[in-house]
């Protein structure tokens, strides 16, 4: 099984790269949105914040009690702030991931949200690893498509600027 140093590192590198991503967003970008039913640029900023502490909180206390209080603090975040945002999440999960042993990870009981019961590590991988996958490029194509054509895998996958030849 993977170790939770191992999935601790995957998410600190998607936090790597969600922070890269982010720095490229200018106040012109916030407003946008692919379509009108969707967030906008500066709402994904302030979901990608709270999105991964969500449900390793979850998976730590079995219920979903704190998600609301969470997410109102998004609401503070910008521009500016967004990094530094980013860095307390991982923080935070790094806390609580740090509170379980190896053994535990193995054999605590979780559930996904959509009800399926798995342990709690592979729950960290299927519930935070991804949602930090996922939001992470759902980042990407939202700021290609709001105009930052420049990006590319590297700012994507690395979280870096592609290196001048």
């Known amino acids: 099984m993977i170790s939770k140093q191992e999935i601790l590192d995957s998410m600190k590198q998607e936090t790597k790269i969600i922070k890269h991503l982010g720095s490229k967003v200018q106040v012109a970008h916030l407003d946008y949105k692919p379509t009108e039913n969707q967030r906008s640029m500066n709402e994904l900023l302030q979901y990608l914040t709270f999105c991964a502490l969500t449900p390793m909180l979850n998976i730590v206390n079995g219920n979903w009690e704190h998600a609301e209080a969470i ?33 535990e990870l193995a054999a605590k009981d979780a559930t996904l949200p959509w009800g ?48 001048k030849e």
Do not use: H
Request: aromatic share 10%; hydrophobic share 40%; charged share 25%.
């Open 71 to 103: 997410a109102k603090k998004s609401a503070n975040v910008n521009l500016e702030n967004f990094g530094e945002a980013m860095d307390k999440q991982i923080a935070e999960i790094e806390k609580e991931i740090n509170k379980f042993t190896e053994e």
């Open 116 to 163: 399926t019961p798995v342990k709690a590590g592979i729950a960290l991988v299927e519930m935070v690893v991804k949602t930090y996958s996922a939001y992470r490029m759902q980042l990407f194509l939202y700021a290609k498509s709001a105009g930052l054509t420049e990006l590319n895998s590297w700012d994507c996958w690395i979280g870096t600027d592609r290196p």
